[in-house]
């Protein structure tokens, strides 16, 4: 699927609300644009003091967001004021139509791409959750030998789990030839789990660098394809694009296979 072209400022205006300096969680909102040409702020990365702006958007929306990512859409009103919507999914299912990364005239098959970027993004918690098993508050070095023995479990057992899975996924989608999880063209579920595979190289590269071979659909087809695509080839190499460091994904060796 070719990128569109850049929209024009007529249509509603996207502001990305996250933290700064870190891709996160709202790295997945955006690749949503990148692959399909949709101008887009990064309010948090993009604007002076962009910071304070975006924790003052997401304080003051209607109902307030509890955490981001959110989105603001300018030219769309809830209750008089600009339309907030929050949680990744939930942002991902209301782009999803408006960028063209849903299968066109089929209903049903949103909430197939919407339960497999919901599936993906499980994932990513997982991996978080290997070095804050404990609380989420304290540091990593506070309950690291708890870590260890999640990330134990995580790389033996759970990490295969879901290459299995989604290998059976790309292998069954017949139209998408081993590169697209639903139907022939990119959607939101592709770039979404693409995000996660790259995030759980980056924190245990030997496990990986172990299984990927055994799951070659996932990483000799999927992956390799994201990765070249037209929208997104660009982008991945710019420097809009954030590196992994401490966020969801970190990379402790101690923690890998």
């Given at each position: 699927?070719?990128?569109?072209?850049?929209?024009?400022?007529?249509?509603?205006?996207?502001?990305?609300?996250?933290?700064?300096?870190?891709?996160?969680?709202?790295e997945y909102i955006r690749l949503a644009f990148e692959a399909?040409?949709?101008?887009?702020?990064?309010?948090?990365?993009?604007?002076?003091?962009?910071?304070?702006?975006?924790?003052?958007?997401?304080?003051?929306?209607?109902?307030?967001?509890?955490?981001?990512?959110?989105?603001?859409?300018?030219?769309?009103?809830?209750?008089?004021?600009?339309?907030?919507?929050?949680?990744?999914?939930?942002?991902?299912?209301?782009?999803?139509?408006?960028?063209?990364?849903?299968?066109?005239?089929?209903?049903?098959?949103?909430?197939?791409?919407?339960?497999?970027?919901?599936?993906?993004?499980?994932?990513?918690?997982?991996?978080?959750?290997?070095?804050?098993?404990?609380?989420?508050?304290?540091?990593?070095?506070?309950?690291?030998?708890?870590?260890?023995?999640?990330?134990?479990?995580?790389?033996?057992?759970?990490?295969?789990?879901?290459?299995?899975?989604?290998?059976?996924?790309?292998?069954?989608?017949?139209?998408?030839?081993?590169?697209?999880?639903?139907?022939?063209?990119?959607?939101?579920?592709?770039?979404?789990?693409?995000?996660?595979?790259?995030?759980?190289?980056?924190?245990?590269?030997?496990?990986?660098?172990?299984?990927?071979?055994?799951?070659?659909?996932?990483?000799?087809?999927?992956?390799e394809n994201i990765k070249e695509h037209e929208g997104l080839?660009?982008?991945?190499?710019?420097?809009?694009?954030?590196?992994?460091?401490?966020?969801?994904?970190?990379?402790?060796?101690?923690?890998?296979?």
């Amino acid at each position: 699927m070719a990128p569109r072209q850049k929209k024009q400022r007529t249509e509603p205006k996207y502001e990305l609300l996250y933290h700064p300096e870190i891709p996160g969680r709202g790295e997945y909102i955006r690749l949503a644009f990148e692959a399909t040409g949709t101008p887009y702020s990064d309010v948090s990365n993009q604007e002076k003091n962009g910071y304070k702006k975006f924790q003052n958007l997401i304080t003051d929306a209607n109902p307030p967001v509890f955490a981001p990512p959110a989105l603001l859409v300018h030219g769309e009103d809830y209750h008089g004021k600009p339309l907030v919507i929050s949680q990744t999914s939930n942002i991902l299912l209301y782009l999803g139509p408006k960028l063209g990364l849903v299968p066109e005239g089929d209903k049903i098959a949103r909430y197939h791409v919407n339960g497999l970027a919901i599936t993906a993004l499980d994932f990513c918690s997982e991996a978080h959750d290997v070095h804050h098993p404990i609380d989420i508050e304290q540091y990593y070095e506070q309950q690291k030998e708890e870590a260890k023995k999640k990330a134990k479990s995580f790389t033996k057992r759970r990490i295969p789990k879901f290459f299995g899975y989604f290998e059976t996924v790309l292998s069954e989608n017949k139209e998408g030839d081993g590169k697209y999880l639903v139907g022939k063209s990119l959607t939101y579920a592709d770039t979404t789990l693409w995000q996660v595979l790259e995030g759980i190289e980056f924190a245990f590269p030997k496990t990986v660098a172990k299984l990927s071979k055994t799951y070659s659909l996932l990483f000799s087809n999927f992956r390799e394809n994201i990765k070249e695509h037209e929208g997104l080839k660009e982008y991945l190499t710019s420097d809009r694009r954030l590196p992994f460091s401490i966020g969801i994904f970190r990379h402790y060796p101690e923690l890998d296979a």
